[in-house]
Nanobody
Framework: QVQLVESGGGLVQAGGSLRLSCAAS????????MGWFRQAPGKEREFVAF????????AYADSVKGRFTISRDNARNTLYLQMNSLKPEDTAVYYC??????????????????WGQGTQVTVSS
């Protein structure tokens, strides 16, 4: 059974940084594409970033491009999201998710088979 556990969320002032981690177990990590999504109160869960194998296979939502960086360490079975220049509108619960590495549309929630429980990120103005 694949398990994903996020950590690293917290309260930060606007302009600050946070690094989220997602530890995976119960799977061959390199066989999965990994994504980050977020859900703000009263809003639908939205795509943030995904990575198939390496930096060259990453993509970002326009709202975070240039500020967030997704990375993965296959030896440690861990996914990361470095978030810089945080804004109040980045406040949300952040989720990591896993999809078969060959899946085409990694921007869509439906492509992901496994989800973590989420970690809260709050950015104060």
């Amino acid at each position: 059974q694949v398990q994903l556990v996020e950590s690293g969320g917290g309260l930060v002032q606007a302009g600050g940084s946070l690094r989220l981690s997602c530890a995976a177990s119960g799977c061959t990590f390199r066989d999965y594409a990994m994504g980050w999504f977020r859900q703000a109160p009263g809003k639908e869960r939205e795509f943030v970033a995904f990575m198939r194998w390496s930096v060259g296979s990453a993509a970002y939502a326009d709202s975070v491009k240039g500020r967030f960086t997704i990375s993965r360490d296959n030896a440690r079975n861990t996914l990361y999201l470095q978030m810089n220049s945080l804004k109040p509108e980045d406040t949300a619960v952040y989720y990591c998710a896993a999809a078969p590495v060959s899946f085409v549309n990694l921007l869509a929630r439906a492509g992901y088979d496994y989800w973590g429980q989420g970690t809260q990120v709050t950015v104060s103005s």
